[in-house]
């Protein structure tokens, strides 16, 4: 396949690019849906994995994000991102052919394991070539005026067929389960299977992608004085801080979710599954607000505001149970996936975007690689460090009680009782709090003081809250939890 570079693009080439780049995010989220998060993860449980290779499996893909440090000098040497972003993605895919075929074989299930962890490397390594050639590629495709409006219109129609596709696939797996209760492992191949196919004709769009000659930066320089760089530049070493310790705090927790629930509170996929559906739909409801924000204001005006609240989800998980199972339990994880989901439709639009906007024409690639390379190593550890103390702290309770005593009476409360994931789950809200401190340290242009973008969040919510419905319940529900945050910023910056 031959691969042009233009040295400049039409607005017909530009407009082009961008309709393929949509179409290929379309793809690639119906690959991501049904090859990844749950799927995977009961999957992985269901060939016996531990809660070290659990966390393994989390830690692969961030770790071998390492690999844009070799990537760099490929595409800086190559110049040719589109034949790189196509050759990488292609070989990417192919590995879930081999997870499809994992219930076929007849080896003992800690190989089919081993399996599924080496199937897993290889997508994760040529994805990082893959990745470093897509950014570079879309800072020159796209201006920053359309960067937030640009890929939250993405995002938004990712998630919708994202949406649709997880239903489908929960109703296949148990229809499954009822017609061959034996035979459960043959669901998740066909998922797969069919992920690998959407993955593919996602390759074909990147494909048709036009891209633009690579800028030149100002001065030559070598190899490692360009990995130094982003460092040197003290707003994106900032940036870079903020994100490291974002990340690790987050994949401390997240990857754990599912086992959470399947094991500790004993739910049925199809009940985790339409959990996650709800989050999708809240994430898919507010795409649009947050991408009009981003554009409006700042990322980081609008991260300032998404990321206390996805913390507060995160130490929310701790109280799903007060020692076992109880009969709040489905009702604040309702809540907490409702709040997740409105949060993350900003944390993955503003993080993703916020490194392309802070990196300078000419040398994007080296930033964003050196971005990710911290990002990789804080995502990779933490999750490695779960899995590890996951055993440690099964064994371990920390529990507080509330007595009162009256004579002929006594009354004992339980106000708060922390088992093995609760643990996690505190740890990744406290360092969740510090990243959120390293955030005001960045500079971007165009943001202004938190509050006023507070106020007009709030403005915007009322106002969609009143076209949607007149209950004013709704909108206080909905507007609750921003309050809490400006009162936790006050506290925070006092």
């Known amino acids: 396949m031959k691969f042009v570079v233009k040295e400049s693009l039409t607005d017909a080439d530009v407009q082009s690019g961008l309709r393929a780049v949509i179409r290929d995010g379309m793809a690639s989220q119906a690959m991501a849906t049904l090859t990844s998060g749950a799927f995977l993860v009961a999957f992985a449980l269901k060939l016996g994995a531990s809660n070290l290779e659990i ?26 991102r589109r034949a790189i ?52 590629w879309m800072r020159d495709l796209i201006t920053q005026e359309r960067l937030g409006h640009f890929f939250s219109r993405r995002m938004k129609l990712s998630t919708g067929l994202g949406i649709g596709l997880c239903i489908a696939a929960a109703f296949c797996i148990d229809y499954w389960k009822r ?36 800028s030149e930066g100002h001065e030559k320089i070598n190899f490692l004085n360009m990995l130094v760089r982003p460092f040197e530049d003290i707003n994106f070493r900032s940036l870079v ?36 559906v709800l989050s999708q739909l809240m ?44 009969i709040l ?18 944390v993955n639009l503003a993080s993703g975007n916020i490194g392309l906007k802070l990196a300078p024409k000419g040398y994007a690639t080296v930033y964003l690689a050196g971005n990710n390379l911290v990002n990789s190593v804080a995502a990779a550890i933490a999750p490695i460090l779960g899995g590890r103390f996951a055993d440690f702290f099964a064994s371990r309770e920390l529990s507080m009680v509330l007595n009162w005593k009256s004579p002929g009476k006594e009354l004992a409360i339980q106000t708060l009782n922390f088992q ?28 202004v003081e938190e509050k006023i973008a507070i106020k007009e969040l709030l403005s915007e919510v009322r106002s ?16 609750f939890p921003f309050s809490i945050m400006r009162v936790l910023k006050k506290s925070m910056i006092q």
């Open 241 to 276: 801080m903020f994100l490291g310790s974002w990340n690790f705090a987050i994949n401390l927790a997240a990857p754990f979710f599912t086992v959470y629930m399947l094991q500790r509170l004993g739910l049925e996929m199809s009940l985790i599954i339409g959990l996650t």
């Open 329 to 346: 339990t489905v009702p604040l994880l309702i809540v907490i996936h409702i709040f997740m989901g409105i949060s993350t439709a900003d």
């Open 55 to 80: 966390g393994l499996l989390a830690a692969l893909p961030p770790l071998m994000q390492l690999l844009q440090i070799p990537s760099i000098y490929l595409v800086e040497k190559i110049k040719i």
């Open 179 to 214: 017609l061959f209760p034996d035979k459960e492992m043959y669901a998740y191949s066909f998922l797969f299977l069919v992920g690998f196919i959407a993955g593919m004709i996602g390759v074909y769009f990147i494909s048709t992608i036009p891209e633009p000659r690579m």
């Open 464 to 479: 969609d809250m009143r076209d949607l419905s007149s209950a004013g319940g709704l909108r206080k529900l909905v507007i």
């Open 420 to 447: 093995h994931w609760d643990f996690f789950f505190l740890f990744a809200f406290l360092i969740g709090l510090v990243a959120i401190y390293q955030l005001r340290k960045i500079k971007e242009q165009g943001e």
């Open 85 to 136: 972003s196509t050759y990488a993605s292609t070989i990417r895919r192919l590995p879930w052919l081999m997870i499809a075929l994992i219930p076929f074989l007849s080896s003992p299930e800690t190989g089919l394991v081993i399996i599924l962890i080496s199937a897993i490397l290889l997508n994760s390594a040529f994805g990082a070539v893959s990745n470093c050639s897509w950014n570079s």
């Open 283 to 326: 994430h898919f409801a507010f795409l649009g607000l947050w991408g009009k924000f981003t554009d409006r204001f700042s990322f980081k005006s609008v991260l300032g505001i998404s990321r206390p609240l996805f913390v507060l989800c995160i130490l929310a998980w701790a109280f799903t149970t007060m020692r076992e199972r109880n």
